[in-house]
């Protein structure tokens, strides 16, 4: 399975940006997809999961202003950012695997590559 993303870039405070992660080459259906952050000198930190029936979970840092969405027949899966603030800055990933479990205890088997997101002051 590969994963692209795309949208990242640099916005304002807050502005909004869409991101956009693509999952091919695989022959079985990926249930959960979701999006993960690492700032400089952090660890990565789940933002928010959306599974093949569209239930999502998010952090509380993110609700209200992060949606999660996906088209299943595209295998694609957004992240839409409203409302962005400087920490939000980070590189994002996105991440799939079979099971929620994964996604949720950081280990999914497949993940990104990453794209920037940058919120100036």
């Known amino acids: 399975v590969q994963l692209v993303e795309s949208g990242g870039g640099l916005v304002q405070v807050g502005g909004s940006l869409r991101l956009f992660c693509a999952a091919s080459?695989?022959?079985?259906?990926?249930?959960?997809m979701g999006w993960y952050r690492q700032a400089p000198g952090t660890q990565s930190e789940l933002d928010a999961i959306?599974?093949?029936?569209?239930?999502?979970m998010y952090i509380d840092s993110v609700k209200g202003r992060f949606t999660i969405s996906r088209d299943n027949a595209k295998n694609t899966v957004y992240l839409q950012m409203n409302s962005l603030k400087p920490e939000d800055t980070a590189v994002y990933y996105c991440?799939?695997?079979?099971?929620?479990?994964?996604?949720?205890?950081?280990?999914?088997?497949?993940w990104g590559q990453g794209t920037q997101v940058t919120v100036s002051s």
């Open positions: 991440a799939a695997d079979r099971y929620f479990s994964k996604l949720r205890t950081g280990v999914p088997d497949y």
């Open positions: 080459g695989s022959g079985f259906s990926i249930n959960a």
């Open positions: 959306i599974t093949s029936g569209v239930s999502t």
